[in-house]
């Protein structure tokens, strides 16, 4: 009796310490072994019903186009993430930013190896650090006024470029870089700016 008892407790703990995840139609899922021999193994999951161990972990990547923003906060609380940059003539520029995006399917192990993370990280790290870069970069080499008038196109194109130069090795392809909204620029920029017009 007591050994029933006890193989039906392992049994209960073997299936209280595993879950049912899912990995959707337009997703893939990389399982990593977190213990045992084959710990630190990855293995690429496409779309299905998966039971994930005590020992392995599931990382979903979606694999459509996704829109992410990072922009000044719009209620009490929350982060601002806008993206400041400084301009040739040495003015600083605040700007909303949001980028659409998509991850391809045939490099996602090789993403996740270099990264060790999920794709909210990954965007919300590594993509919004080089748009930061590519911003700073491209301000540098103009002033102000022209990043507010007739050089704001040029601005953007150039920031588009070169993200997306740093980013398609690693198998993320960056569709668009765009502003989300005004550029917020000095008081004193503002009025030159309206006493020219």
Do not use: C
């Given at each position: 009796m007591n050994q029933r008892l006890a193989l039906f407790a392992l049994a209960a703990i073997a299936i209280t310490s595993t879950a049912c995840d899912y990995v959707r139609a337009g997703e893939v899922g990389v399982k990593v072994y977190t213990m045992g021999g084959p710990k630190g193994d990855m293995e690429l999951l496409p779309t299905g019903?998966?039971?994930?161990?005590?020992?392995?972990?599931?990382?979903i990547?979606?694999?459509?186009?996704q829109t992410v923003e990072w922009a000044a906060p719009k209620k009490d609380g929350e982060v601002?993430?806008?993206?400041?940059?400084?301009?040739?003539?040495?003015?600083?520029?605040?700007?909303?930013?949001?980028?659409?995006?998509?991850?391809?399917?045939?490099?996602?192990?090789?993403?996740?190896?270099?990264?060790r993370k999920g794709?909210?990280?990954?965007?919300?790290?590594?993509?919004?650090?080089?748009?930061?870069?590519?911003?700073?970069?491209?301000?540098?080499?103009?002033?102000?006024?022209?990043?507010?008038?007739e050089g704001k196109v040029k601005f953007i194109n150039t920031v588009k470029d070169a993200v997306r130069a740093k980013m398609a090795p690693l198998g993320v392809t960056v569709d668009d870089v765009f502003l989300l909204g005004a550029l917020k620029l000095p008081p004193n920029i503002v009025a030159a700016i309206d006493s020219k017009v």
């Open positions: 019903k998966y039971w994930i161990g005590y020992n392995e972990d599931l990382y990547f979606p694999l459509y186009k601002d993430e806008s993206i400041q940059f400084q301009t040739k003539d040495n003015m600083i520029i605040t700007a909303d930013v949001g980028a659409t995006v998509q991850i391809e399917k045939d490099k996602v192990l090789d993403l996740f190896k270099q990264y794709v909210g990280e990954i965007v919300d790290n590594v993509l919004r650090k080089e748009v930061k870069n590519a911003m700073v970069l491209a301000a540098s080499q103009m002033t102000v006024e022209e990043i507010a008038s």
